[in-house]
């Protein structure tokens, strides 16, 4: 058998790169993406303005064809309509890997069209590979990459860490960017691929690549279409018995592919199809936004459970029966506690806590009787997950004990343990410094709990394929 | 026929109140319901404590018995043990009207049921309204009644609105209501009503009240079971055709049923009937935690829709995908532009924006091109309501003018207008900003059009039962 190099393994793996387009003009995107390079590469950086003169330290050459150095992967940012002749231009020089992330092609009609095509042309005549066009590019921050040409003070970059994304839209990919970084520690991203219109490099060779890319711990993903759906599907039924997949496949209704049509000319399948698809690769599907950052905290910080069944501590009744709900939805069970631990608990608590599943320690709450509930609960071999549940205004509970506990007991990671902290000022300070541990807090029971019910997912598609939960580790 | 007063009217229309179990240590529940009475309540209050001594320059009488004028309300804070004896002097004195906020009856179980039963005996001797026991009992800000025991520094209170709240669960009213107070310029609360066991008072009761109060112009509601759940039907019915009617009916799941049993002895019916009820009551259900402050901002801001048909302006086609996803998922519909609308759309933007609904501005959109849309759009009588989606990391967006225009847009309130922030910093920046003046922002698209969806479903039900959405007003 070949093991083939995934196609995007020449875009990461660079030695040298070519800004074509680089702008003295600040915040350009060819003045940021030259910024980018000279700044972070670690490789050798060249950069390209037919004006010719000088941009941060480095000569700026007024070609490609100018620079004698070989050049691994060049970045064109100048308007569409010279972008074929620099296209031509690389070719020449002989530069096979090629991101072009200028927009005003297929996605803005017929003018765009017979633009692209002629860059589909010259891509053909010198076999190249292409990111985009009118896409963000490629963003490594352990490599020193960096295509995205917005400014930092415009989009903040998160640091580096165990996911990798892909995204056909880039507006997307840089709004989820920019919210990561301000995620907890914003220690998230190992690989960020936007491929634009994929006139080449699409959402398979995406996937290929992180698959592959042992940086890449889990994966997230944003679809409209697929350029190739059964070998997408193929290649992800690979890579998610070693890593989990998940992200949101949109252009789920009819309104929403009519949305997408004058947008990545995207056209919807039907979803129900999609729906199932998805599923049998192994693929998590995420509906909403909110729901995304929710799994990355929760698979970024948390080993995964062994089981479905999942304990309940909280201080609300009606905390307690809302997530009890959403543990329903999600598929899961409620743990059923064993003798031993139940008879602990009973003897711990005073008569009226309740003490089955969810553990319901009322207003009179202490930041001790979570600590105690944990501690119990933790070794019970019937519990798979641990969700905690916090209404902070209750008289006796102090805040900064309960902070600390819940900080103490989450370092243990044995088992997974999700925070919801619901209220005002004292829970979103707490969920403030908790988050910046990494760990991961909610705002509500139903998203605490939707986070165990994804890493369950997760477990039982494992283990209906045979692959023991244990061996897979996204957490550090 | 006979208008009969609601029963809850005698407790919001009180003129002197007694607090027994006033306590003089600081921050225990009969010192902070004694500390909010004599510091807000403009009426006559009175404490009492066996030990006698003076406590906020108010007097402590031994016995209720002592006090020598009428009383119209009692608030019961003593341990359950002595609550039926406290009960008991009430009814000597004659007083009516009591909440008691003490825990320790039926939801702990034998003990607990004996002493609930001893408190029935007494309030059917005496004819005596009872809140409670087990629960905050009651908040109106703008009436300066407040026997929620929790302090100010646990428990921060919203100030005078137009949303009036019942909940069968303290926690969850505790949570909310301190979630409230940090929502936007925290104006939010007319009349808060925690039942706990509902000895006596129950969800009709409050929900005939405040279907009543005139400065309740919006009703949010968070219950597990029904006392009378026909009774609560047929209120409801009413009430829907004048005031929004909205909120979480947990026990949805046999598990989440599990879990009430313990809390307030709540028998779960089958949830599908549940929800066909609460539809024909035009009681518009909210599943998660967040949708509820979400409504909270919508319906406490925005006019009803007429229709519903959105209009949706964004930067990112992506986010304009995944909120048409949504507008299919809350039964609206993407508005198509009038021929003029769409002419003038087409004259002022590049041709590279689509100008079809979802407006995409791309990534070069400017502050102002979201104005002149907002301009556009607005007068289209195609357009119900509008969502303004913007991903703010984009190049030439100044985000202090998007949000001058999306604030000044805001003001005009003819239509329904709502915004989703996506992003890290600048979007919290702006978000924070937008919020301070009660302008709904929402973290994702599909939390700004299902908020959309929620004040559509309400004009649909009016409609279908022939009021005018146009004479319903909930915001200022």
């Not at 660079?14 to 003295?24: E, F, N, Q």
């Not at 017979?114 to 076999?127: P, T």
């Not at 829970?427 to 994804?454: C, F, H, W």
Request: charged letters at 20%; one cysteine or more; proline letters at 5%.
């Amino acid at each position: 058998m070949i093991i083939m190099t995934p196609r995007l393994e020449n875009f990461f793996s660079v030695k040298s790169i070519c800004v074509i387009g680089a702008s003295t003009t600040p915040n350009k995107p060819g003045n940021v993406v030259a910024y980018n390079f000279v700044n972070s590469f670690p490789g050798k950086t060249y950069l390209v303005n037919p004006r010719g003169g000088e941009l941060y330290g480095k000569k700026l050459f007024p070609s490609v064809l100018d620079v004698e150095d070989d050049i691994d992967v060049a970045c064109i940012i100048v308007p569409a309509k010279y972008a074929p002749q620099a296209l031509e231009q690389c070719g020449e020089k002989g530069i096979k890997n090629i991101i072009v992330t200028t927009g005003g092609f297929n996605e803005i009609g017929e003018e765009g069209i017979v633009l692209q095509n002629q860059m589909y042309e010259i891509m053909n005549k010198y076999d190249i590979n292409v990111i985009g066009p009118n896409c963000l590019g490629i963003y490594s921050p352990s490599l020193g990459i960096d295509t995205m040409f917005l400014p930092d003070s415009k989009l903040k970059r998160p640091k580096s860490g165990p996911v990798s994304i892909f995204t056909q839209s880039g507006a997307f990919g840089a709004a989820f960017i920019d919210q990561l970084s301000g995620l907890g520690s914003g220690q998230w991203v190992s690989k960020f691929i936007s491929y634009g219109n994929a006139s080449d490099i699409n959402e398979t060779d995406s996937l290929e690549y992180v698959g592959e890319d042992a940086e890449t711990k889990m994966i997230l993903i944003y679809l409209e279409d697929f350029k190739n759906g059964r070998k997408f599907m193929e290649t992800a039924r690979k890579v998610s018995l070693r890593k989990p997949i998940m992200g949101i496949k949109a252009n789920r209704t009819v309104t929403g592919a009519k949305a997408g049509a004058s947008h990545t000319a995207a056209l919807s399948s039907n979803d129900a199809i999609v729906d199932d698809l998805l599923n049998e690769a192994g693929i998590l599907r995420v509906i909403t936004w909110d729901q995304l950052a929710d799994c990355v905290l929760a698979f970024g910080t948390q080993p995964l459970p062994l089981g479905d069944r999942v304990a309940i501590i909280t201080d609300g009744g009606g905390a307690g029966v809302m997530a009890s709900d959403m543990v329903s939805d999600c598929n899961l069970q409620l743990a059923e506690f064993s003798p031993d631990i139940q008879k602990k608990l009973d003897e711990i608590f005073p008569i009226f806590y309740s003490t089955g599943n969810p553990i319901d320690l009322t207003g009179s709450a202490t930041a001790e009787d979570y600590r105690d509930a944990f501690d119990v609960v933790y070794n019970d071999s019937n519990v798979d997950s641990i969700v905690n549940l916090n209404i902070p205004c209750i008289p006796d509970l102090d805040i900064d004990d309960y902070v600390k506990y819940t900080r103490e007991f989450a370092l243990k990671k044995k088992k997974p343990f999700v925070t919801a902290l619901i209220g005002g000022e004292e829970g979103e300070k707490a969920t403030k410094n908790l988050l910046a541990e990494d760990i991961p807090v909610y705002p509500s029971p139903g998203r605490a709990v939707r986070a165990i019910g994804m890493l369950t997912d997760y477990t039982k598609y494992l283990i209906k394929h045979g692959v023991d939960p244990k061996t897979i580790h996204v957490e550090e």
